[in-house]
């Protein structure tokens, strides 16, 4: 019979294989797809297992599952593991609380509403600002833009689209701007795309001469979304020029800071953040710049009666005691919530602020040593720009999609690809803040070491690469 | 300095602390709201705290916050603890992937696909079917929601609305069916509350006759959301007459099962969800009846189609190996998603779909034993009916807010109050499938105790006790 002192007792036991299998297989015991149910037992039945088959299952699944905290992970806008983080979350699995009361969550409300506070504070929000914990960057995208719909077109909410709204934001802008827009009732095709320059960031004038050709042919712009980090290059738009078009014509400015919204706890950083206490509203992943698990997403609001405006409901049945500012469901778009703060709580609490500056510094220096890298070296054609912490670049003319994907089938490194303009390329993310320099020239060795020794499987003939 | 290896030392401390609070301090040592900073250290500042200082915090933290997993918490449709579950939990959290991918999730996403599939099975639904893993109960209704809409009116994911839908749900259906209406840009005033009955269950032929008012007036009814286990009362819908309206307007059936939708795994109770296979759409959380952490929210989709056709979205920078069928971001809401399959997928593999079984059985057989217990005492006014795990009454004439709000900061027990028509009362819920009948005979007398020893908190006097 199962009980949680067992059961805890397991999962050091099964905590242990998984340190030990990152140590010896840093990348994991990879299992082709179309293989996955065949080579490992997956299946539900009516019967159970005894505990010792269970362990020996979840061995299996451990070895196999893609290892994201070593130090040959680099695919994701997230990676490594910062183990005070870590800590909060498994505390939260097991107090369980759901975020929407005080009577259930007590403490952890304050918890929650600290960090939100301090955060406002230091991007220089106002004594009105607050926010919450949307379980994800795209979900902070789309608070963002239901609030901007509602306060453009009041009658939205009640009614539906009562005026033609337009949202805008860059070509490089994250897909959930589109998907957002059809989710909102607002329409995939009132979406403006506005043009990048060279760096891949928002030009502002050509976001003011949309928005004046916009308004003229009888539309209402509502809300622009700018990014701090885009996806592919880690760009960050020009947020002090986009709020002056924005203030101009009374829009909503919402800073997607997903990926590296986090750059506002460096002080040699957060420059990239300038004029981000002009937005309406602000957010950032923790789990990306931060390095806590997933998911730790927050979104500020300057004015937090908008917070309350859009998603406010009466349920009596569940807000009974405590008052609304300890009440969080009040301001939430769902009704039960996962306690996503503690996490970020106990590592900020134990690193300080100073802590996390480092760890989003360290993200800087280890994109410096890559960029350095392959700046330095002619086999290498670079794609990227400074101030990102993404790495943009071709190695010796190889197709960044075949070598991604030998890299990632020979469990040599995990690395993904992406695409400007015409250009498609590999993109190093430098965002384990746990990592060494040595750790991001070991990945270009690696890299290096298996072109060598894997010409046919990357496409090169062994003259290519002794040339 | 943290590393991995000391702060699971630490967790392991900490999780004894909070087993132990829990034995000894079954509600928790409350802290009233307004008092909360001044009595907890929750400040964050910019330099850190040293482990000893940090425990000892969080050991205050945990000692403060609401314990939902003893057998003196009631409060919420969900509460207790399967250790199993836990532990899959506690591996998530360590393993940290994102579902979006095969690539960064491997063997997850089989965990995933496996549980849905399985449930796909067990409701009746076809070939064809699929689902995904929402953040909640709230989450799952909108996407059933934002499916309906595109298919009644292909044009609304491009363009917005263009026909004037309409959703229709019973008036003690959940509050989000309001809110979604809103988000998807449908509107509130777009819903249509059908009556129920004096079960709280929705009148088929009411539902239909709003229908055809409705299409006679140049609407397009959309939507219909029938509950399995509505908030209050714990009602289910008659799923099969409903589905007869749906059928005959061509309407998609979304079946709310958020709280009570786990019944399917009860032969005794399936019943309850007669016509299941019938929907377009069905949700249930696992964080409810089944007693995972939180949250574990399923919807399953009887046609997958409608899953792409909502929810797909092209990223190339993410989805890049694997083929679609193990690219799970494809049919979600969100991108980067949390892992919350795996904490349902061990406690099911461990304890086999029988053992599923015997969680689900054993609330309604604590139902039962609460329901039995203020039905033959005349000190308790009844508002409940049979098959359901919410047992509604009031004591000795007791206000129920009063009488809730005074056990709450008495720290005596955790229970709210809801409301039907024009009756309000204490709503016990006997979801933690974790309590013997002993617990919820406890309940009551902990509660006749309290009323007996502070007479004057309750508005009694004691002439009346004494009556």
Same mark, same amino acid.
């Given at each position: 019979?199962? %009980?949680?002192?067992?059961?805890?007792?397991?999962?050091?036991?099964?905590?242990?294989?998984?340190?030990?299998?990152?140590?010896?297989?840093?990348?994991?015991?990879?299992?082709?797809?179309?293989?996955?149910?065949?080579?490992?037992?997956?299946?539900?039945?009516?019967?159970?297992?005894?505990?010792?088959?269970?362990?020996?299952?979840?061995?299996?699944?451990?070895?196999?599952?893609?290892?994201?905290?070593?130090?040959?992970?680099?695919?994701?806008?997230?990676?490594?593991?910062?183990? /005070?983080a870590?800590?909060?979350d498994?505390?939260?699995?097991?107090?369980?609380?759901?975020?929407?009361?005080?009577?259930?969550?007590? !403490?952890?409300?304050?918890?929650?509403?600290?960090i939100?506070?301090?955060?406002?504070?230091?991007?220089?929000?106002?004594?009105?600002?607050?926010?919450?914990f949307?379980?994800?960057?795209?979900?902070? %995208?789309?608070?963002?833009?239901?609030?901007?719909?509602?306060?453009?077109?009041?009658?939205?909410?009640?009614?539906?689209?009562?005026?033609?709204?337009?949202?805008?934001?860059?070509?490089?802008?994250?897909?959930?701007?589109?998907?957002?827009?059809?989710?909102?009732?607002?329409?995939?095709?009132?979406?403006?795309?506005?043009?990048?320059?060279?760096?891949?960031?928002?030009?502002?004038?050509?976001?003011?001469?949309?928005?004046?050709?916009?308004?003229?042919?009888?539309?209402?712009?509502?809300?622009?979304?700018?990014?701090?980090?885009?996806?592919?290059?880690?760009?960050?738009? !020009?947020?002090?020029?986009?709020?002056?078009?924005?203030? /101009?014509?009374?829009?909503?400015?919402?800073?997607?800071?997903?990926?590296?919204?986090?750059?506002?706890?460096?002080?040699?950083?957060?420059?990239?953040?300038?004029?981000?206490?002009?937005?309406?509203?602000?957010?950032?992943n923790a789990h990306k710049?931060i390095?806590t698990p997933m998911t730790c997403s927050i979104?500020?609001?300057?004015?937090?009666?908008?917070?309350?405006?859009?998603?406010?409901?009466?349920?009596?049945?569940?807000?009974?005691?405590?008052?609304?500012?300890?009440?969080?469901?009040?301001?939430?778009?769902?009704?039960?919530?996962?306690?996503d703060a503690?996490k970020f709580?106990?590592?900020?609490?134990?690193?300080?602020?100073?802590?996390?500056?480092?760890?989003?510094?360290?993200?800087?220096?280890?994109?410096?040593?890559?960029?350095?890298?392959?700046?330095?070296?002619?086999?290498?054609?670079?794609?990227?720009?400074?101030?990102?912490?993404?790495?943009?670049? %071709?190695?010796?003319?190889?197709?960044?999609?075949?070598?991604?994907?030998?890299?990632?089938?020979?469990?040599?490194?995990?690395?993904?690809?992406?695409?400007?303009?015409?250009?498609?390329?590999?993109?190093?993310?430098?965002?384990?803040?746990?990592?060494?320099?040595?750790?991001?020239?070991?990945?270009?060795?690696?890299?290096?070491?298996?072109?060598?020794?894997?010409?046919?499987?990357?496409?090169?003939?062994?003259?290519?690469?002794?040339?």
């Open positions: 019979m199962s %009980n949680i002192n067992n059961d805890l007792k397991l999962f050091n036991e099964l905590a242990k294989v998984l340190l030990e299998e990152e140590r010896v297989n840093p990348v994991a015991k990879r299992i082709d797809a179309q293989e996955l149910y065949n080579v490992l037992d997956l299946s539900l039945s009516d019967e159970g297992v005894p505990d010792s088959e269970f362990k020996s299952v979840m061995t299996d699944v451990i070895e196999a599952t893609p290892k994201t905290a070593t130090n040959l992970f680099f695919n994701q806008l997230f990676g490594g593991r910062q183990s /005070k870590v800590l909060g498994l505390l939260a699995v097991m107090l369980n609380n759901s975020m929407y009361t005080y009577k259930v969550a007590g !403490p952890q409300v304050g918890i929650e509403q600290e939100i506070k301090r955060s406002c504070k230091m991007i220089g929000y106002g004594e009105n600002s607050n926010g919450t949307p379980t994800g960057g795209s979900m902070s %995208n789309y608070m963002a833009l239901i609030m901007a719909r509602d306060v453009a077109d009041p009658k939205f909410r009640n009614e539906g689209k009562t005026k033609n709204i337009l949202a805008y934001s860059s070509a490089e802008s994250h897909y959930s701007n589109a998907k957002n827009a059809s989710f909102a009732g607002i329409g995939r095709n009132n979406v403006r795309y506005i043009e990048t320059d060279e760096f891949g960031k928002m030009i502002p004038s050509k976001l003011d001469d949309q928005i004046q050709k916009d308004i003229a042919a009888g539309f209402t712009p509502a809300f622009v979304n700018a990014t701090a980090g885009t996806t592919v290059l880690g760009a960050f738009d !020009p947020i002090d020029a986009i709020a002056d078009v924005c203030e /101009k014509y009374l829009i909503w400015l919402h800073v997607d800071g997903a990926y590296s919204g986090g750059a506002f706890f460096s002080k040699k950083y957060k420059h990239l953040l300038k004029g981000i206490e002009r937005s309406d509203s602000f957010s950032y710049m390095g979104i500020l609001v300057n004015d937090k009666k908008h917070l309350s405006g859009s998603f406010s409901n009466d349920a009596e049945y569940l807000y009974q005691t405590d008052g609304d500012d300890f009440n969080l469901g009040k301001t939430s778009f769902q009704c039960g919530r996962r306690n503690l709580w106990t590592l900020w609490k134990s690193v300080g602020t100073n802590g996390l500056e480092q760890i989003v510094d360290q993200q800087f220096i280890l994109a410096d040593v890559a960029r350095n890298y392959v700046r330095n070296n002619s086999d290498y054609q670079v794609y990227s720009f400074d101030d990102s912490i993404s790495i943009c670049f %071709n190695y010796k003319g190889i197709d960044a999609n075949v070598l991604c994907t030998a890299l990632y089938e020979q469990q040599e490194t995990v690395v993904g690809f992406g695409k400007f303009r015409e250009d498609t390329f590999i993109r190093l993310v430098t965002i384990n803040a746990t990592n060494e320099s040595e750790n991001l020239l070991n990945f270009f060795k690696v890299l290096e070491d298996f072109v060598v020794k894997n010409p046919k499987l990357v496409g090169l003939n062994s003259a290519v690469l002794d040339a």
